[in-house]
C-alpha cells in the first residue's frame, strides 16, 4: 500500500499496523488490501485539517469526515457515493476503533449509523421453468459443461459474483457434496450444500471438462477458468449467461445475481424458513433476506 502521502509518523504506523492486525484476524487478502485505504483517506483528511495525532480527533471531526464522503463525487461514475460505499467508510472507522482500543487502549467514539438501503422490489426472477431452459440451452462439449457448473454455482448455490470467481477447485468437497465459500462479502466462510441432481454438473465440468480447456501443459487453481486456461473474469460469465438466455429465449435483463435472487425466491416459496435461507445466501442478519418476501409476494 503506498503511503508516502501520508506525512505523520503516528498515522504511517498505525496503517502497517492495522493492516497487520487485520492479517491477524483472517480476513481475506482483498479486504486486508482495501480496508486501510479508507483509513488512508481519513488520515489524509485529518492532516490537511491540521490534525496530527489520534488523540486529537474529535466526534464532530469523524462526523465531517463521513459526512464528506456521502456526499463527495463518486470517481467511477455520476453521483455521490452510494449508501453502501458510504456505510462502508463507518464500517472501517468502527473497525479501526476496535484495533485502537484492542491495541493501544485508545477511546475513538464512532457514532455515526449506517443508513439503511431503499428496498428494492424491481429485481428480476427467473422461473424455475426458465432456469430449466437454461439448462436445455447448454451444449455437449466442455464449454457447455463450464455452462453447466457455473448455473449450478450461481442458481443452485445462490452465490455471489465474486464468491463464484474465487472459488478454487479444491473447494468443490465432493465428498461432503458442499461447497465452501472462503472469500465472501461479509468475510464469514460459510459451507454451501448442492443437491445430487446438480452437484454432477460440477463433477463433469472439473473431471472431464476443465481438463479439456486447461490443457496438460498448464495449471490453474481457480474453479472457472476461460478457453485459454486463465481465470474468467465476471464480464465472461455475464456474457455467457446472455447467450443462453437468447438461445432459451429468455427476454429479460439477467444477471449473475438475478440467478442468486432465483433461488432465494424459489426457497421460499417451497416453505424454507428465512433464517435458513439467510444462512444459505451467507446473509449477516435477515433485513437482506426479508427482500425475498416482498418480491414473492410480487410475484403472487
Known amino acids: 500500500m503506498k503511503i508516502a502521502s501520508i506525512k505523520t509518523s503516528q498515522y504511517k504506523h498505525y496503517l502497517l499496523s492495522f493492516q497487520e492486525w487485520l492479517q491477524t484476524l483472517g480476513y481475506s487478502p482483498s479486504s486486508v488490501y482495501y480496508i486501510p485505504r479508507i483509513l488512508h483517506e481519513f ?6 485539517r ?27 461514475r455520476e453521483g455521490a457515493l452510494s449508501i453502501s460505499q458510504s456505510n462502508r467508510y463507518i464500517d472501517v472507522l468502527k473497525k479501526f476503533a476496535e484495533y485502537l482500543q484492542h491495541a493501544h487502549q485508545i477511546q475513538l467514539s464512532i457514532n455515526s449509523k449506517r443508513e439503511k438501503k431503499e428496498e428494492k422490489l424491481d429485481y428480476i426472477i427467473l422461473t424455475v421453468e426458465e432456469i430449466k431452459s437454461l439448462y436445455n440451452a447448454t451444449e455437449e462439449n466442455p464449454i457447455g459443461m463450464r455452462d453447466r457448473a457455473m448455473l449450478s ?8 459474483k465474486s464468491e463464484g470467481i474465487n472459488l478454487e477447485v479444491n473447494d468443490i468437497l465432493f465428498d461432503r457434496k458442499l461447497v465452501h465459500v472462503r472469500e465472501s462479502k461479509n468475510n464469514q466462510e460459510r459451507y454451501v450444500p448442492i443437491i445430487e441432481s446438480h452437484f454432477q454438473y460440477l463433477q463433469q465440468y472439473i473431471y472431464n471438462a476443465r481438463p479439456l480447456i486447461l490443457n496438460e501443459t498448464k495449471s490453474e487453481e481457480k474453479l472457472f477458468i476461460n478457453e485459454k486456461g486463465k481465470p474468467i473474469t465476471g464480464q ?24 442468486r435472487h432465483s433461488i432465494a425466491t424459489h426457497l421460499l416459496q417451497a416453505g424454507i424458513e428465512l433464517e435458513q435461507i439467510a444462512l444459505f445466501l451467507g446473509h449477516r442478519s435477515l433485513e437482506s433476506t426479508q427482500i425475498y418476501t416482498h418480491i414473492m409476494n410480487k410475484e403472487q
Open 43 to 48: 488520515f489524509l483528511y485529518l492532516e490537511e
Open 50 to 76: 491540521k490534525i496530527t495525532s489520534i488523540e486529537e480527533v474529535k466526534q464532530n471531526q469523524i462526523e465531517a469526515f463521513i459526512n464528506y464522503n456521502k456526499t463527495r463525487r463518486n470517481k467511477r
Open 153 to 160: 454455482i450461481y442458481y443452485v448455490c445462490g452465490l455471489r
Open 236 to 259: 465472461m460469465l455475464y456474457i455467457r449467461l446472455k447467450q443462453l438466455c437468447e438461445k432459451a429465449e429468455i427476454n429479460k435483463p439477467v444477471g449473475l445475481h438475478t440467478l
